[in-house]
């Protein structure tokens, strides 16, 4: 038998690279939300960021404006990047792993249009206005859409065919789509929550909704730190893990638990940021190979860094007004798929 | 699932040969009866009710002249646009399942609604209140982006030759493409706008005119002749390429041509009533279960599609509340159907 070597690291040594690759993440990250606090609008120093973070502005006009601007809308959109960033990286290498399916995405899930249903229904049924009030509801839509997509394409024999995984996707997306239209058809202000909703942006939510959506991400990291060993065997497949003494209920129930609270939190917190996991874990990969317990943080570390530089690069394209940072990932993310798929990187099983 | 074999005859007409099907050309003219019953009832119910056999009697010309106002000035366009997109739309869905091979492909997949969308999206909101052009103009405008996403996709799948399975792939980021730019341009709109586009969006009969019925009706019959005559290499191309080949099918130039005319006819139902969830993919799969046949059936594929969009539309009509769009209503009846394929497909490879 011929077993084919899957994403053979070239350097003479696999654990100096992944190393390696982890501390330019760091570095990255970093950097990242360095250009999110200082880049802007208004455009400030990294200066000028230090002293609005540290000090007490005192009388100085200057400074309280300063203050004002780091403190209420850099800080809090940087931090929610982090935190969707890691979730949604994270919940991209776990789905890849569970369904051995390489194009596998929360958005692919139907996560994004359960997400915005629930919105819909919410602010449309009892007038929710606020996030806090209605991002209980999208979390619930996403993992309740997310669950169906999955457990749909992972009955029978059907599991692991992307083929399979795409069309659950898109038939439940078209379905709930249509139904939040009709919904949003009925009265203008739901529409509007729904179009800025739709967009998926980082910004605008207070440390309330971040602070929830940061506990649902911790223990969703928690369960799928928990997952990583399991997931390097249900990746070859579950007969040969069977036979390797797993637990293979047990250990799908927690990644699916660990995807849907990681997943789940980052959309009802950022609304839809589709093939942000997709690309990242596909990246990540180049560096890690293919051992998920390297591969996963890799991947979660580079969700926030891709999902920093999307908001920074949505701030200055068309200045002086924004691009939502999800659809800048959208608009990056599609192609980048397209292209995967064109180099013949999935393969239908 | 089989039919005696003794119906099953072949028939040869010089160079031409095919097997005649009694039961499938029974249950397709079953079909285009029905849905020749839900139309006139279709023209005859609104705000002013007129009777069955007042419908009939104005459709061969012996009508009275309010009655002939009302169904051939007000209704007929309305419906006859239902009909003509719903068996665009279905033959376009039997066309793509068959080159995907794949029984949940359709031209939603394909990123023609999503290009359709986006460039709708864009004359609604770019038009600052007024459409450009009017409806006209607003469907020959999503026409055109349809069917260059459309083609964009084609050639983005395009690698010596066409693929079912990275079609779908690529049809599928293409489409997610689109929705994003449909959506910063719903961002950047004027709230009256997006209620417009949105309502676009879902699909919807809404105030057609006779001109808009005869431009889709004389596209939709020639790509129709163009379908019934490559059809026939079609049916080989089930079995696969090589086994296709043997038996003297060119098949990349049959997939190119049926292919083409399935981006054009969901161009044309797309153009004429927005984007429509569902008939394309439901259509084929009723009818192949109807019909017992093998593999999507093109002609009563496209009947049943007309049925099940005029159907809406009049449930939309009269049973549901506000008047909603008939997208909705395919969308309801569509998306349950897809999962009920999905688990039995599943489960039958499983078994």
Same mark, same amino acid.
């Given at each position: ?15 100096? /690279? ?58 809090? /959109? ?35 249009? @359960? ?42 024999? @059907? ?35 729904? /179009? ?118 949505? /701030? ?34 | ?57 104005? &459709? ?14 007000? %209704?007929?366009? %309305?419906? &006859? ?87 779908? &792939? ?182």
């Amino acid at each position: 038998m011929v077993v084919e070597q899957r994403a053979a690291p070239p350097g003479p040594d696999p654990r100096r /690279r992944r190393l390696l690759g982890l501390a330019g993440l760091l570095v990255l990250l970093v950097v990242a939300s360095v250009l999110s606090l200082v880049i802007g609008t208004r455009s400030l120093t990294p200066a000028e960021v230090w002293q609005g973070l540290s000090g007490d502005p005192g009388g100085d006009q200057r400074l309280v404006e300063i203050t004002l601007i780091v403190q209420t809308l850099r800080v809090p /959109r940087t931090v929610l990047a982090v935190v969707a960033g890691i979730g949604l990286g994270v919940a991209g290498a776990l789905i890849q792993g569970h369904t051995r399916n390489p194009i596998a995405d929360s958005g692919l899930l139907g996560v994004n249009s @359960g997400a915005s249903f629930a919105v819909v229904l919410s602010v449309s049924l009892f007038g929710l206005r606020n996030p806090v009030q209605y991002m209980w509801f999208a979390f619930l839509g996403a993992a309740v859409a997310g669950a169906v997509v999955f457990g749909l394409s992972s009955l029978g024999r @059907g599991a692991g065919n992307p083929l399979t995984l795409a069309l659950a996707g898109q038939g439940v997306t078209l379905f709930l789509a249509a139904m939040t239209t009709a919904v949003a058809l009925g009265d203008e202000q739901t529409l509007d929550v729904l /179009r800025f909703w739709n967009a998926g942006s980082v910004q605008g939510v207070g440390f309330d909704v971040i602070g929830v959506a940061a506990v649902f991400v911790g223990v969703g990291l928690f369960l799928a730190v928990l997952n990583l060993p399991v997931i390097n065997l249900l990746d070859l497949g579950d007969d040969v893990a069977r036979g390797l003494g797993v637990n293979i209920a047990a250990g799908r129930t927690v990644g699916v638990l660990a995807i849907t609270l990681l997943a789940g939190a980052a959309t009802a917190a950022c609304g839809p940021i589709a093939f942000l996991g997709l690309m990242v874990a596909h990246i990540a990969r180049w560096f890690t190979g293919p051992d998920y317990r390297w591969l996963v943080p890799c991947a979660g570390l580079l969700g926030a860094a891709v999902l920093l530089l999307g908001d920074v690069a949505g /701030r200055l394209v068309v200045r002086p007004a924004e691009l939502q940072a999800g659809l800048v990932i959208a608009l990056l993310g599609a192609p980048f798929f397209a292209a995967l798929v064109w180099l013949g990187k999935f393969r239908q099983a | 699932m089989t039919t005696a074999p003794d119906m099953h005859r072949g028939v040869r007409v010089g160079g031409w040969s095919w097997v005649w099907r009694p039961w499938n050309v029974l249950v397709t003219a079953a079909l285009a009866a029905l849905t020749f019953l839900v139309f006139c009832v279709s023209i005859s119910i609104g705000d002013f009710t007129v009777e069955l056999s007042a419908v009939v009697r104005t &459709l061969v010309g012996q009508g009275e002249r309010v009655d002939e106002f009302v169904i051939m000035d007000l %209704r007929m366009p %309305r419906a &006859l646009v239902g009909v003509i997109a719903g068996v665009a739309l279905g033959i376009s869905g039997a066309l793509t399942q068959s080159i995907a091979r794949n029984p949940l492909a359709s031209p939603d997949v394909l990123g023609i609604t999503g290009g359709a969308s986006a460039t709708a999206v864009f004359v609604v909101t770019a038009g600052g209140g007024a459409a450009i052009g009017g409806a006209a103009g607003l469907s020959t405008a999503a026409l055109t982006g349809g069917l260059l996403t459309g083609l964009l996709v084609y050639f983005l799948a395009w690698k010596k030759g066409i693929d079912g399975f990275r079609l779908i &792939l690529i049809g599928v980021s293409v489409s997610a493409l689109t929705q994003a730019i449909t959506t910063w341009l719903l961002v950047l709109a004027d709230i009256r706008d997006v209620a417009r586009a949105q309502r676009w969006l879902v699909g919807s009969l809404d105030s057609r005119s006779w001109p808009e019925v005869w431009a889709a009706l004389w596209v939709m019959a020639v790509l129709i002749v163009v379908v019934l005559v490559v059809s026939f290499q079609m049916q080989p191309l089930h079995f696969g390429d090589d086994v296709a080949a043997g038996l003297g099918v060119r098949y990349s130039a049959v997939r190119a041509v049926l292919l083409l005319s399935a981006v054009l006819l969901a161009g044309v139902g797309v153009s004429a009533a927005g984007p429509v969830p569902f008939v394309a993919l439901v259509a084929p799969q009723i009818t192949m279960r109807l019909t017992r046949s093998p593999v999507p059936p093109v002609v009563a594929s496209g009947v049943f599609g007309a049925l099940l969009l005029i159907g809406s539309d009049l449930i939309a009509r009269t049973v549901l509340p506000n008047d909603l769009p008939v997208g909705v209503v395919t969308a309801i009846i569509g998306g349950p159907f897809l999962v009920y394929l999905l688990v039995q497909a599943n489960v039958r490879r499983a078994a």
